[in-house]
């Protein structure tokens, strides 16, 4: 059974001098089906594999716009990370990762306020480099696919391969939106990592021209404090630049040196 824990960090102190350059969109094309006109919300589109029934693909559809922004279950049946202004939630935070294990496999569900791209990637530090992304890209016709990406130094390389299933995406209100499965252990490939090992989550988000990826919205995007396991759920909020205040430890070890320094330097 998956552990369960609450924790807030602050974000100044996860971010680190790694940043995501642009990658080749692309990718092979997946099947596109609508809900009925009364089921889809103005200004969304939303992808799905082919083969599905209207009726099961309607009730799909409403299940990921809606449950998204659900987030009394994390921490409990699923670990998220939450960014940006305090009390968001998954429609409000700047950007929100969610994921739990369902039998062999892991779900993710990223969000993002963003109209271009959000994407996770699991990394053996907290820099860029070497590093398996999963990034969800909003496309010229409104699509969302899920792509598959390695990093090459600050250069994300968009890979053919792609571990992703029961791929699902949406573009609404100006934020992407989109869950995927991916096994929890893989044949062996370096662009591929198995997830039962712990890694650092890199968060990212970003524009998207032609459905190709460019450099992220922020300078430092934020990182997990620690390597991350599958197997233990935490709620882990991380307050955007806008909203980090005094209380933050680095802030008060800057006041405590300041006091000393004052106290004792004067005669």
């Known amino acids: 059974e ?4 609450t924790e807030t960090v602050t974000a100044g102190s996860s971010h680190q001098p790694w940043a995501w350059g642009g990658g080749r969109g692309g990718g092979k094309e997946k099947g596109l089906r609508l809900p009925s006109p009364e089921m889809q919300p ?5 992808i799905k594999k082919k083969n599905v029934s209207l009726e099961k693909l309607s009730l799909d559809f409403l ?4 449950s998204h922004r ?7 049946t699923k670990g998220c990370f939450r960014y940006g202004k305090p009390g968001c939630n998954a429609e409000t935070c700047d950007y929100f990762l969610s994921y739990r294990m369902i039998g062999a496999d892991v779900e993710f569900e990223l969000s993002a306020d963003t109209d271009g791209w959000v994407a996770v990637g699991f990394s053996s530090d907290k820099k860029m ?13 409104g699509r969302v696919r ?12 968009e890979i053919q391969r792609n571990p992703a299933r029961d791929e699902e995406g949406v573009f609404e209100n100006n934020r992407v939106t989109c869950r995927f499965k991916r096994p929890v252990n893989v044949p062996r490939d370096e662009t591929i990592v198995d997830l039962h090992l712990s890694w650092y989550y890199l968060f990212a988000w970003g524009p998207a021209i032609q459905g190709s990826i460019t450099r992220h919205d922020i300078d430092s995007p934020p990182t997990s404090e620690r ?3 599958i197997y233990k759920y935490e709620d882990i909020f991380m307050p955007s630049a806008a909203y980090q205040t005094f209380s933050s430890p680095f802030c008060l070890l800057l006041i405590v040196a300041l006091t000393f320094y004052l106290l004792m330097g004067t005669p």
């Open 70 to 76: 659900l987030v009394d279950d994390c921490g409990k």
């Open 129 to 141: 480099g070497g590093d398996d992304v999963m990034a969800c890209v909003h496309d010229d016709n």
């Open 227 to 229: 390597v991350v396991s």
């Open 42 to 46: 103005k200004n969304s589109q939303y």
């Open 146 to 157: 899920i792509q598959h990406f390695y990093n090459v130094g600050q250069w994300a390389k």
């Open 2 to 5: 998956a552990k369960r824990s």
């Open 63 to 66: 299940t990921i716009v809606y």
